[in-house]
T-cell receptor, first 115, second 116 residues
Framework: AQKVTQAQTEISVVEKEDVTLDCVYE???????LFWYKQPPSGELVFLIR??????QNEISGRYSWNFQKSTSSFNFTITASQVVDSAVYFC????????????FGTGTRLTIIP | GAGVSQSPSNKVTEKGKDVELRCDPI?????LYWYRQSLGQGLEFLIY????????KSGLPSDRFSAERTGGSVSTLTIQRTQQEDSAVYLC??????????????FGPGTRLTVL
């Protein structure tokens, strides 16, 4: 069975600080997909990134970066120079290759950026 | 272009009543999903439709829950004899199966259901 763990329930940092959100996953599949979604106070889930299990290259998009390490089953998300607009709940999710394409979500990390 | 839309945005009902929640996916998306977000259970998968295949209902919590998708587009989630534990935000998402495998799912704004 697949499982996603986001151990950090809530994080608060002062604006302009860097912050890393942790995600650890479990799956028996060799092919799988990892995602990060952002849920701002408005409530709508916004897609941030998708990674497949064969691509361990780290990715950077502006102030966002993702570190995927199969050896530790982790897919961590770092925000550099945080801004108040980054305040949201962030969800890590996993989808296995076989069977249906459902997302299994972690419990989310509520990030608060203090101005 | 238009995103996933859901209606109503809010629904308040009395225990024991039936409710219908509607989802309009992004045009051309063959896959449609329903999820539920509640304080106690987080984000849970409910049901999945892909093209003309039989839906995967493995996430439905009880036989009071059902869903259909007409014409490969609009979907309706029906909850019969609602209970207070059904109170949650019901999220719909759609995606298109691309050559790379799992495409991202695009989520609608959700329907907040309150059962009194």
């Amino acid at each position: 069975a697949q499982k996603v763990t986001q151990a950090q329930t809530e994080i608060s940092v002062v604006e302009k600080e860097d912050v890393t959100l942790d995600c650890v996953y479990e799956t028996r599949d060799t092919t799988y997909y990892l995602f990060w979604y952002k849920q701002p106070p408005s409530g709508e889930l916004v897609f941030l990134i998708r990674r497949n299990s064969f691509d361990e290259q780290n990715e950077i998009s502006g102030r966002y970066s993702w570190n995927f390490q199969k050896s530790t089953s982790s897919f961590n998300f770092t925000i550099t120079a945080s801004q108040v607009v980054d305040s949201a709940v962030y969800f890590c999710a996993l989808s296995e290759d076989f069977g249906n394409e459902k997302l299994t979500f972690g419990t989310g990390t509520r990030l608060t950026i203090i101005p | 272009g238009a995103g996933v839309s859901q209606s109503p945005s809010n629904k308040v009902t009395e225990k024991g009543k039936d409710v219908e929640l509607r989802c309009d996916p992004i045009s051309g998306h063959t896959a449609l999903y329903w999820y539920r977000q509640s304080l106690g259970q987080g984000l849970e998968f409910l049901i999945y439709f892909q093209g003309n295949s039989a839906p995967d209902k493995s996430g439905l919590p009880s036989d009071r829950f059902s869903a259909e998708r007409t014409g490969g587009s609009v979907s309706t989630l029906t909850i019969q004899r609602t209970q207070q534990e059904d109170s949650a935000v019901y999220l719909c998402a759609s995606s298109t199966r691309g050559l790379a495998g799992r495409d991202e799912q695009f989520f609608g704004p959700g329907t907040r259901l309150t059962v009194l």
